[in-house]
C-alpha cells in the first residue's frame, strides 16, 4: 500500500497545480535541522496530504476539482 501511495503521490505532483504548488512549497522549507528535505521526503508529505484530501472528499461526498485545471505539456513551458 505504501508503495501505491508513493507513486500517486509522484504522478499527482505532475497532474495538478494544487499538488504541485504543495511540493514546491515543500521544496523551499526546511526541515526542523535547517537542511532542505530531500525529495523522497518531500513525496511522502504529498501523500500523506493526498490522504487527507481523499478521506476528506469522501467524507463530504465531493469530487476533487483543480482550480486551474489539469497540468499539461503547454502549461508547464515544455
Same mark, same amino acid.
Given at each position: ?13 505532475? %497532474?495538478?497545480?494544487?499538488?504541485? *504548488?504543495?511540493?514546491?512549497? #515543500?521544496?523551499?522549507?526546511k526541515?526542523?535541522? @535547517? ?14 496530504? %493526498?490522504?487527507?484530501?481523499i478521506? *476528506?472528499?469522501?467524507r463530504? #461526498? ?6 486551474? @485545471?489539469?497540468v ?7
Open positions: 500500500m505504501r508503495k501505491y501511495l508513493f507513486f500517486m503521490s509522484m504522478r499527482v505532483v505532475v %497532474l495538478t497545480h494544487y499538488f504541485k *504548488a504543495y511540493y514546491e512549497r #515543500k521544496l523551499e522549507t526541515n526542523r535541522v @535547517g537542511q532542505l528535505p530531500r525529495r523522497k521526503e518531500i513525496l511522502c508529505a504529498v501523500a500523506i496530504k %493526498l490522504i487527507k484530501v478521506f *476528506a472528499l469522501l463530504d #461526498k465531493r469530487r476533487f476539482e483543480d482550480t486551474r @485545471g489539469p499539461t505539456a503547454l502549461s508547464q513551458g515544455v
